[in-house]
């Protein structure tokens, strides 16, 4: 399924980096589109939102 978060501190590719980390340390296979305009982020992943908002929190970033 795709999660969409917005992630409001995402300012740049090394923000965008560091949050594809956190993603794929809980899924491997994540696709993850990143907008750091918008500061949407699109997931593909079989994870569950909660679980994704942890890892991105626990990453230094906040979740609007
Ligand atoms: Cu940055």
Same mark, same amino acid.
């Given at each position: 399924? !795709?999660?969409?978060? @917005? $992630? &409001? /501190?995402? #300012?740049?590719? =090394?923000? $965008? !980096? =560091?949050? &594809?980390? =956190?993603?794929?340390?809980? /899924?491997? @296979? #994540? !696709?993850? /589109? #990143?907008? %750091? %305009? @918008?500061?949407?982020?699109?997931?593909? %992943? /079989?994870?569950?939102r909660g679980e994704l908002e942890k890892a991105i929190a626990a990453a230094g970033y906040t979740i609007a």
């Amino acid at each position: 399924m !795709q999660i969409e978060l @917005t $992630v &409001s /501190d995402m #300012a740049c590719g =090394a923000c $965008v !980096q =560091a949050i &594809s980390d =956190a993603v794929r340390g809980l /899924d491997s @296979t #994540a !696709q993850i /589109d #990143a907008d %750091t %305009t @918008t500061k949407l982020v699109k997931i593909e %992943t /079989d994870r569950d939102r909660g679980e994704l908002e942890k890892a991105i929190a626990a990453a230094g970033y906040t979740i609007a």
